[in-house]
């Protein structure tokens, strides 16, 4: 169909009636294959597809990936979606209107699924009702068939429910890094770990790919010179500027000078690492969390577990007290505070290098479950008891886009999050049991426990 008359509708528009599926009974794509959607997909209010993680049935066949929204189908090339990493697991492309026709771009198109033709009898109604400007963003996540059972639940049961799903976690998280630690190295696998939480969801990937490149054992002989740590760190990384071609700030220009000799000696080559470098806080930069993870190492002298032995044996086997070990902030006489990158201060205060957030997400995701499991292992039932105790003392750690996705779907009004998670352990329940319910079944409530038919 041509492109006669512009269309009349945001690409928001669109994608509310996709979300709430005003669509008729048996949709009809363009090649002919009848639709019918298990799941919509996640709406995704960042870059990338506009819908992920949907599930569709095209015909008699099952596909699993993302959905994106255009108001034409012409969009798809003119926008370079085609060539884009981002958008190669799209499954099926919803338009307003399908206006390749016979062209040669049709030959390479997507499952086109062509809304004008498709809606619910009336729809009109739906554009005049609904503000796309104003469109509540709880209802962006609908709530699940399980929103019931949740409902008519008190909450000290719910509170029980979460506690327990959290543990469960707790428990999972430590064993993983114990059977990472079996196939490398204990120590190594910290390690890791310990700088994939330093990379934030941006960097995750890549700072545990620095950790790899850069081993402990690589480490260990710098392990008291902070300034050869950090050489290194940045040195592998790819993000040691070279002062000849590069200007930095008068403050770092008496250490650059000098780690450009450390790192002539040391000779270590970069790693071909790809740093996101875009958006995000400035106090989150890649820089600032390399140097957070230069200070931490020197902390523990490159040797996370006589470290962590060392928490213990202050702790004098109280909770209290072992978190104030994990959780005591670094140490830090370096101009870094107060610098954003190489080449930016940080504007307009400075900030500490790792805050307590992050270092308290550190404990609870890290440090915590690998001292439980650690313990378990070996049979120390007092060890694995206070590591339980202090991880369920930390307190509820600030809300992200999963547990914002997990309320969403599971409570009415989403608000009562704040009265049934008080503490982090309740938190980690309520995300443990969004992925291994709602994102291990698709969404498709007809086969998942919690669910109870009114």
């Keep these: 169909m041509k492109k006669d008359t512009p269309c ?34 996640l709406w995704n209010r960042g870059k990338g597809p506009d819908f992920q993680g949907a599930v569709i049935l095209l015909g008699d066949q099952l596909f699993r990936g993302d959905i994106e929204l255009h108001r034409y189908s012409s969009e798809w ?19 307003w209107r399908d206006d390749l026709g016979d062209t040669s771009e049709r030959q390479t198109c997507l499952p086109t699924l062509e809304l004008h033709s498709q809606l619910l009898a009336g729809w009109e109604r739906l554009f005049e009702s609904v503000e796309a400007a104003f469109y509540p963003h709880a209802r ?34 430590g064993r993983d890094l114990l059977r990472r630690g079996m196939e ?20 995750r990937e890549q700072f545990q790919q620095l950790a790899h490149s850069l081993p402990l054992k690589a480490l260990l002989p710098y392990a008291q010179d902070l300034d050869a740590l950090l050489t290194l760190l940045f040195g592998v990384a790819g993000l040691l500027p ?38 995000g806080r400035p106090m989150n930069s890649v820089c600032r969390r390399l140097a957070a993870g230069a200070f931490l190492l020197h902390r523990c002298r490159c040797q996370p577990l006589d470290w962590l032995d060392k928490c213990l044996g202050l702790s004098a086997g109280n909770p209290k007290l072992l978190l104030k070990e994990l959780l005591a902030p670094l140490q830090n006489e370096s101009p870094w505070d107060g610098i954003r990158d190489f080449q930016h201060a940080l504007a307009p205060h400075p900030a500490t290098l790792l805050g307590i957030d992050r270092r308290r997400d550190m404990a609870l995701n890290v440090l915590l479950p690998f001292l439980g499991a650690h313990a378990e292992l070996s049979g120390d039932t007092a060890t694995e008891t206070l590591a339980c105790k202090a991880w369920e003392l930390l307190p509820r750690p600030q809300s992200n886009h999963l547990l914002q996705e997990a309320t969403m779907r599971f ?34 409530c007809n086969e998942c426990p919690f669910v109870v038919t009114p």
């Design 184 to 203: 490398m190295d204990l120590g190594q696998s910290l390690y890791e770990r310990i700088f994939d939480a330093l990379g934030y969801s941006a960097n």
């Design 242 to 279: 070279d002062p000849t071609i590069t200007q930095v700030l008068p403050a770092l220009q008496p250490w650059l000078t000098k780690a450009w000799k450390i790192w002539w000696q040391s000779g270590l080559t970069a790693s071909n690492i790809s740093w996101n470098t875009y958006g």
């Design 411 to 444: 409570l009415t009004p989403p608000s009562r999050w704040r009265s049934l998670i008080t503490n982090a352990a309740q938190q980690q329940g309520m995300m443990d049991i969004f992925q291994n319910f709602c994102l291990a079944l698709d969404h498709d």
């Design 140 to 173: 962006e996540i609908p709530p699940g068939a399980c929103a019931l059972r949740w409902a008519l639940s008190d909450d000290e049961h719910l509170k029980g429910i979460l506690s327990a799903a959290g543990y469960a976690r707790f428990q999972r998280h």
């Design 77 to 95: 090339f003119a926008h370079g979606h085609q060539g884009d990493p981002a958008y190669s697991e799209v499954i099926l492309h919803v338009v």
């Design 8 to 41: 009349p509708f945001s690409e928001r528009f669109l994608q509310i009636i996709w979300n709430e599926r005003f669509l008729r009974a048996r949709p009809v794509c363009v090649d002919g294959r009848e639709l019918r959607i298990v799941s919509g997909g």
